[in-house]
Structure formats: C-alpha cells, structure tokens
C-alpha cells in the first residue's frame, strides 16, 4: 500500500478480512509471513508502539468515559503536553462535528456521533495507519449512504494510511482508491473500483461487485470480439480473450450492462418475469427458456413500455461482456456469496 | 522517564508478564489445589492405620455410613427443592418488571452474609421442639426430626445460590426465542418448557453443583441446630469429622466423601447435559389454561411466599429471641470480642490475598480460552468449592502439619490458608465471567491507541469489571467470615465468632448469648455489606 | 384472509413517546414496508402488532378482530426476527416443525409440512444441520420457513435482512416477495433500508419520530414524494433553496440563493414563498448555460459517475453521467447546470430549516 492510500478491503463475511487488519494491528500474530510498514519489520512490535489504530465495528468506546476523555485516551497515554492535549481536543471536536457534546457519554450518543467520536479518538492518538473494520455497519442504510463521502475526506485530509473492511460492494466502490476482493482468505483482486468493475478477474468478483448474468458456452470465433455459442445454439459477444477456439467459457455481463428491448435483435428471446422498481433503476428479470434467468438494471426514466410478460429482447455490447475460464467447481460454488 | 513509567514499561514486557503468570498459577496449585486433595494420598501412605482402626471397627463405620448417607439425602433433596423453587423465583427476578424488585433482589442475598452457625441457630428455634429450658414463644416448635430440620435449614442458605445461578443464566438466554416459540403458536408455558428450559442445561449444572456443595460441606449450622434440639446421635459427615478424633477415621471420612463428591457431581454434569427434556410432546390445551391467567400468578405468590417463610424469617428469627428471654449471668463476653477480632481478621487477609492472586489468574483463563493449561485450571478451580470444607480443612491440616495438633499465631495462619482455599474459587469466577462478558475489542482498541497491557487494564476492563471485583471480595469475605467447618477442622483454639457460637450453644448452652452473639455478628456484617455497596454505587454514580 | 388496521395506536415507554397515534391499514394480501432511521418507532409499531407489547392506547385489529388481550399465540401470525433467533438446541427441521408440533398435529403432518417449507426456501438439502451450521443467509431462510409452517397468511418481518452480508441482502430480499406473493400473503416488513423497501413493496409507509410521514407506492415515494423528509431519505437528491418568482400552470419559475433561476412544471407554494426544490442526481444534466457550479469531486458508482459540485450560494448540487463520460469532468471545473423540469419537485421551506427537516438522526 502507498502512503496516505484509501484501500478497500471486500468481501463475505468469514472471508478472512477482519483477521488481516487483526494482522497488521498486532493484535493477531500469523503463523507465517511479514508486516512491512514503511520497509520496517513489524513482526517483533506490540500492538501499542505500531501507531496502527483500529476502530472495530461497535466503535468500542470507552463507556465510563465522556466523549472529550474518549477522544484524549490516545495523548493521555503517550502523556502528552497539556496544552497540546486541549488543542489537539478542540482540533478533533471541531473536525467531526462534535464541539457540542465534549462531555456526553458514550451511551447517550446517536450512531453516527459515536461513530465520529470513534473516528477522533483513532486520529487523536496519533495514528499513521488506520484500520477501520466495518465502519459504518451499526449505522442506518441510509445514514451510511451520506457518511461515506465525510469518512473518506477525513482519512484524506488527515494524509493518514486507511485500510477499511468491508462486505458493501457499492461502500467500497464509492470509498476506496484501490479495492482488494477478498474470498475464502485469499485476494482474488486488486484495483482500482473501475477495475474492478469493468474488468473482473474472476466470475465471482464480476457477480459480488454489482451483480452479474452469466452464459456458459464454447468459444466458437476469435476476431475483434469474441463469440460464445451455448448448448442451445445461442451466440453472444464479449471482449476478445486469450481462451482456445472450443474451449468450454463463462461469458459475464453486469446486470446494469444488460440492455432489454422489444424490438431490434437480440441474443436471447424471453419473457419478462418481473419488474421491480428500485428508485433510480429497475430490476427486470427475465426468463428465457431452457436457458435461465437473465436480469438487468435499466435506469428507471427509460422505463414506462415494458410490462410483465412483454416479450423481449436481450443484447449487450461486446466490450462489456468478459469470457472467463470455467470455474473448476462449476459455476454455482464460484458465484456463492457466503 | 518518570519511575512510574519505567515501571509501567518494565511489567508490560512479555517476559515479565508470563513470570507473574507463573507465579500466580503455582500459588494455586500449591495453596489451594494440593492441600484440598492431600489428604487422599493418606489412603495410600498410611492404608494399614485405616484398616484396623476404622474398616474392622464395625461400629465406626456404621456411624460413618450413617452420617454419609444423611448428607447425601439431605443435599440432594434439598438441592431438588432449591431447583423446583429457584426457578420461577428467577423468573420474577430476570423477566417481571415491577416495582420493589430491587428490594427483592436484596432480600435473596441476604442470608448469604449471615454466618451459617447463626442460621442453625435461628432456624432451629424457628422449627424446632427445642429443649424445656428453651423456651421462645413465638417458635413454631413443630419439626421434630433432625434430618427435617436440617434439611429446611440447608435450603435456607443455599437457595440464593441457586437463585442467582439459574438467574445468571436466564439473563443471558435471549428473550426473542421465547417470543419466537410464542408468534409459532405455543402457549407461554409450551415456549419456556421446549425452548428456555432445555437452553438452560449449563446453568442447571451450576446450580446444582454449588448447592450440593454447600449442602455437604456445611457444618457450623448444622451443629448449632442439631445442639440447640439437644440431638446427640444425628450426624451429617460434617459434624461427624467434627466430632472425630482419630486421624484414620477422619482421614478415610473425608476421603470417602471427597470422592463421593467429586463423582457424584461429574454424573450430575452429564447426566443434565445428556438429559433430554420432552419437546416433541405437547399438551396444547393444559399448558394454555396454565399460561394465562390465575396459575402464574399463583406460582409468583407461592415463590414469594416460599421465601418470606421458608428462608428469610427463619434467618432471622433469632432476634427475637433476645426479647423472650433473659441473660445468663455467666457469659464472657470479653472471648466474644477476641472472637471477632479474629474473625475480621481472618476474613480480611484471606480477601486481600484472594484479590491479589484471584485476578491474575482469572485474567489468564478468561483471555486464554482455547488453550489447555487455562482450561484445565478453570476446571481445577471448580474443586475446592466441591470438597466439603471440612475435609478441605483437614486435608490442609495434614499437608501443612501432618496431622499433629496447632495452636497460636501458626493456628490462625493455617486457618487463613483453609479459608483461602474455597474463597478463592469464588474470587475467580466472579471475575472470570464478568472478564469474559466485556468485549475484548475494548482493550484491544485501547492496546491500538498506544496502551499497553497494563495500561488498557487500569483504565479501561478495570473500571468495567470494578463491581465484580467487589462482588467477589464480598462473597470471599462473608463466606470466610460465616466459615465453622473448616476453622475447626484445622485447630479448635482458634477462636472466630461462628465457633464461638457454636461453643456456647453445644458446651455451655448460653443460648441467650449465643442468640446475642449471632445478632451482633450479623448487624456487624450487614453494615459492611452496606457500606461496601454503597461505595460501589457512588463509584457508579461517579463514573 | 387477514387484513390489519391499527386505530390510534400509542406507545410510551415511561415520558418515551416511541409511538404517537398512528393510524394505518394494510389490505389483504398486500405487501407492506414500514420504513425510517432508527428510533423512529417501526420496531415497536410491529411489536403492537404481533403482541409482544401491549399498546398504551388504541387498538389493533386483524380480519376485523380486536386483538385487544389476545395473546400472541392466538393472533395466528408468523413473525421473522431480526437476530433470526432461530432455536439452537434443535434441527434446521425441527425449528420448522415447531409451529405444526406445538399444535400438537401428527407427526407425519409435522414433518410434511416441514419439508414443504423448507424446500420453498431451498434448504432441504440442511434440515438435519443444526442452526449454528448455517450461514447467515440461510438461517434468516430457515426462520423464514419456520414462520411460514405455521400456516399464517400474516407475515411481520422485523428487519430481517439487516444481519446479513450486502450482497445476500440484495438475494434474499427477492426471494422474500416472490415467497410472499406466491402464498398469497399479507406481509408488514420493517426496515431502515430504503432500497430494501422500494425493491419488495406494494406500499411503503414512511415513519419518523413516532408518527407516519406519509405512505404510497415505491415510485410515488420516489417520484413525487409528498415531504421533503421522504424526498431525502428514499434515494438521494439535490435540495435547493430558493424563492417562487413566477406561477404558471405547468411553467413556474424559482429563483434559487445565487439569482440563478430554474423552471420547474409543477409548484403548489405561493408567488414570494420560501420553497425548497428537491432534483435528484438522474435528473440534473450539464449544459450549456444554467446553474454556475463548481465541481469539488467525483465518485465512481459502477456504470456512472456521480459529480458532486458546489453552486455560487455553496448549495452542495449532485449529478450522475455514464461511465464512458466520466473522464470529460474533473474537480475544480465549473459547469452550467440544468434540471429536468418535470422531475423537480417544489415543497414550502420547513420552518425548522431544511436541515434539520431531513435529519437522518
């Protein structure tokens, strides 16, 4: 990781994600391998002198102590100056907006404020690197939408290292500089959030971040793009790729990359099976048969002609398309989100 | 770099940390685990001496089967009566929001701080055809069996462990899962039958091994019951070690019962793990008649009543005593005065110790879950608090002495050491469990902030767990200072307050000092208790 | 067949107001999301429903029925927990089996009636696991079956999705409708997720601080949200102040803080009112002229950009552009914005500032 870097750690629950920020914070020693901060072994160093702060999902707040005493826990440790002690109280007061409530306790704040609270204290204590584990977990759908814009400035503004775990594929596109996929205790991708968006390395990280539709098949031509005929006979476009001719593949598309039109030609014919109206898009599933279900997210005002069971058809463009290697489990095991 | 710094720095180190936690557990093993036990090795050393002199001596082990055999009745009755009203009790206490409850919370504990020779006493007048010079008006005098007696005498004491266990429990089994059972369809009664009761198993398992315990082990109650009904002949185990003198026959009694103890409770661990509660079968219509309506509150008014009249006027029916009957004029009070001091004395010290090598250890099992050396130590912890303590007090007498008789300064100082021994198991769990509910990832977040070990402890698990802490030096207090068994067992020249209780009732028959010395030993008691919690609160307060 | 209507109902919890008399009725067989921040009483409105609390006034009604001291076990309901709270001393089966067992039915019919859920939900396959051994996405299935085999037609979830992984959230909840639907269930579900909400509804009733906001369909809510509070909370959304300079029927002009102005169709306030204008980002495009605002950052949404900017009277404005556009906006570029004038909505300026009028807790 680069200095002052945002990076998104990803994926499900039990992926191993918190054990690597337990890793680096020293507060698990792994079996096998180094933590390198700035080219200096980290291996022999206690969790106190890494300068790594970690701010674990429920915050941890101290409960017997005010929200100024939580936030000073850091500088009354490493005993600093008492006049730097209040500047750097009113500093972090003023930086997450809790000038008004210095002596409020733990339990009479609202999530977010304890989460901000949190958030000074980690920063107060002077903290090169901070590991954030599911931040904004405990909080409201909605509120976690508007904080993660002010969460990611203030890692920012402060130049500080940010490692941030979490299972929220859209928190980690909006937050992260980089997004690192974690599955099963393994990194499967490392880049930037359009990286991982547009160019998944795997099935799996194509369906986990934003959702996916999938089509097996063989690949039958190789030119500017490639085409993958399934069992059926049914040809689609994707990217070009480095599969054999006849090689058995899985083409994905994002399901906000499928496009779903009553006229015109299509890969698939099928029937729409629902629409669900989800405010900015809609979710359309639509069934072809004897070939599955196919799902695309279409903005919502380009809605208003298309019905339940309208007969349609599926398309999308070559260059949103990705031939994959089949999994060796079967498709199934790889796209499994738990 | 200030001293306190440097100190700081000096015990956070990872060497110095594992040396304190290898002292602590050889504290254990060599104060409290060895002595509990030692007097097993007897059997082996010294098999010839116990051959002739107490397995050929027929009678001698009739008088021993005998008393063994009560003791076990008595507990296990008594324990199935503790488990029969203990839990709708912790019903009330757990799930019932009423107004009062805190004082009912008081109540329970109360015969806890009460010494057990006071108890006997009191409840022995209370139930008892007591002798003609006896006299107490407001008596029931309708038990005349001793085995009775002491069986109401036993529940008295035990039944606030029982209630606190099975409440400590019910506290953590999630209420959405009977309401879950409940939006399934299930009368109230159904849900708490299928789905609380079954999720109870470790808290059952707990209960009843402190309340067998307690059972088995008490003796100065027992005495001062059985003394104050005049009955010569009834023995539980206890008060038979208490009363025997041959080392061999002390040493295969408490050898027998430790090992009956010890087996007994491994079956009931089992036994109510394995044990299957019926939940397939369901009686739809009964338990709905029973769930609504006229038949819990019934069983809310019995469990109160049961309290009130079974266990907390019994206790304290003695003071009534003081009023209808009048001074002997004999009594040396003076004796008494040394009593206390020893008691206080005693208690204090064995508290003390009990804080300093107690939570160190307790720390260490609670942060070292899966590995085996904590895991092991947290069952071997369990073992003084199973051993009737006065075997413990024997066993440690002849670990420490051989057997041969003490007195003086050495005398109190054994005695400390037998106190020690089953208080320190209280200390440490208390604070065990209340380590293991704080979220670990406070000291680590504090660790993180630049804390070290002992840093994160003093400011931020210390203040979380402070009233356990207190909780535990309350009961290690009040356990020691109430303890007769084990005091005797070790020396009979020492004279704490319990015994000398004990001595008037059964040597002298100056009841009414007894009466008076029982009063003045619990105000004296309740005053500390109240003074302790009453500083817990303001800290709370504070905080 | 159930219908559920709740009459003045009112909760306090001690000087706690949590509900403050609210009244609502949900038609059979239709799907219901009570929807609002934390604390704002859905918990406990759903609570009153399925029993478990007693409410301080008004009464609650099922098919007609006063539910007034009807136990829960009577009110023939089937209620999803959000901790799950599947039992843990018993199989995957068992738990499913506990509704028909308490009713003490054969036990052929138990276990019929079982299996029959537990393959809606696809965990035939797990039955004999105990719950412990399932991830958490298939134990929130298994109550779910567990609740279904009761035979209830009304379902109350109470946040159940909110345990889980984002992803398995974004599963289940369609399987959540189509289970529903295909039952033919009457369904409350409580949640403070708002696209949770519009994505399995027929209706979403808005909640805040005890009391109903307003109710509709998600695209109502979406579209042409009647509060300002909704307009916020339901999607994100460009919140402008400014003034009515001119009414005209389907053309009305509103001059925002900077004296820029924008048209809006449709604007009940009166000429001179404060107003606040609320444009979600879909529907804010750059162009040539219009609102002058300063672009302060960009963020990658998957298949658009959002371009978050500041306009001359530091009003913070939003507005997504496709993917492939991302690369012609930079942060510290100003750019003339335009709206979509059908898509603005124009509601009086609260009186407590608009701030605090969409405050999120």
Known sequence: MRNGEYLCLLGPTGAGKTTILRIISGLTIPDQGNVIFDGISMNKIEPEDRRAVMLSQSYALFPQLTVADNILFGPDIRQYDQKVKQRTLAEMLDLVRLTHRPDAYPSELSGGMMQRTALARALASGASVLLLDEPLRALDARLRISLRHELRSLAKSMGITTIHVTHDQDEALVMADRIAVIREGRVVQVGTPGDVFDNPASPFVANFVGQSNFFIGTVEEKSESTSVRGELGHVVMARPCDHKLGEKVVVGVKVGNTEVHKEGEGYFDGTVERILFEGRNIFLDVDVSDVGRFSAKIPSWRLGRLAVGDKVKIKWSADKAIVFSMPLGGLEKELRVE | MSRLERATAFVSKPRIRNLWTLIVIVFFLAFVITPTLFVLTYAFTNWDLIQTEVIQDPEMMSQIWTAIANSFEIAAIVTLIDILVGLPMAWILVRKKFRGKELLDTLIDMPLAVPTAALGFSAAIFWGITPADLTNPLGLKIVSSPFLLIILLHIIFSYPYMVRSLSAILEQIDQTFETAGQTLGASKLTAVRTITLPLFRAGLVTGIILCFARSLSETGGTVAALATVANTDFNTAPTLIDSLKSTPALAFTSIVLIILALVLLVVVAIVVKKLHIPFRKVWPRPEKILSRGLAPRLKDATSVLFLVFIVLIPSFFVFTFVFTSSPSTTTDWSQFGQSLVNSFLIAGVVTVIDLAMGIPLALYIAKNRSKWLPETLDILVNVPLIVPTVALGFSLKLFWTGGTPVSGPFAIFLVMLAHIAFTYPLMVRNVTGAVEEIDPTYEETARTLGAKPIQGFKRVLFPMIKASILAGAIMAFTRSLGETGATRAVSTTVLTAPNYIVNLIKLENDYYAAALACIILIIISYALMLALRYITRRRKGVS | ?361
């Not at chain 3, 929807?35 to 029993?51: D, E, F, H, N, Q």
């Not at chain 3, 979403?204 to 307003?214: K, L, P, T």
Request: proline share 5%; net charge negative.
């Open chain 3, 1 to 361: 067949m159930p219908e559920v209507s709740l009459s003045h109902i009112t909760m306090r919890f001690g000087k706690v107001v949590a509900v403050d008399e609210v009244d609502l009725t949900i038609a059979d067989g239709e799907y219901v999301t009570i929807l609002g921040p934390s604390g704002c009483g859905k918990t406990t409105l759903i609570r009153v429903v399925a029993g478990i609390l007693e409410p301080t006034q008004g009464e609650v009604r099922i098919n007609g029925k006063s539910m007034r001291g009807v136990p829960i076990e009577e009110r023939d309901l089937g209620y999803v927990f959000q901790n799950i709270a599947l039992f843990p001393h018993m199989t995957v089966k068992a738990n499913a089996a506990y509704g028909p067992t308490v009713k003490d039915l054969p036990m052929e019919e138990r276990e019929q009636v079982a299996k029959k859920y537990l393959e809606m939900v696809k965990l035939l396959d797990k039955m004999s696991m105990f719950p412990s051994e399932l991830c958490g996405g298939e134990q929130q299935k298994a109550s779910l079956a567990r609740a279904l085999a009761t035979g209830a037609k009304l379902l109350l979830l109470d946040e159940p999705l909110s345990a889980l992984d984002a992803r398995v959230r974004v599963d289940l909840r369609y399987e959540l409708r189509r289970i529903a639907k295909s039952l033919g269930l009457t369904v409350v579900h409580v949640t403070h997720d708002q696209e949770e909400a519009m994505s399995v509804s027929d209706r979403i009733v808005v909640m805040r601080a005890g009391g109903i906001v307003e109710s509709g369909t998600p695209e109502q809510l979406y579209t042409r949200p009647r509060d300002v509070f909704t307009a916020n909370f339901i999607g994100e959304t460009n919140l402008l102040e400014g003034w009515v300079k001119q009414r005209l029927p389907g053309k009305s002009t509103i001059e925002l803080r900077d004296n820029s102005l924008i048209e809006v169709e449709n604007c009940d306030p009166q000429v001179g009112e404060a107003v606040v204008v609320s444009v979600r980002p879909e529907f804010v495009f750059p162009f040539t002229d219009g609102l002058l605002s300063r672009i302060e950052y960009l963020t990658y949404m998957g298949t658009y950009w959002r371009v978050s900017s500041r306009s001359q009277s530091n009003d913070m404005v939003e507005f997504d552009v496709p993917s492939i556009e991302g690369k012609l906006y930079h942060p510290g570029q100003e750019v003339y914005l335009m709206f979509n004038r059908n898509a603005a909505v124009v509601y009086p300026r609260p009186k407590e500032g608009v701030t605090e009028a969409v405050k999120l807790e």
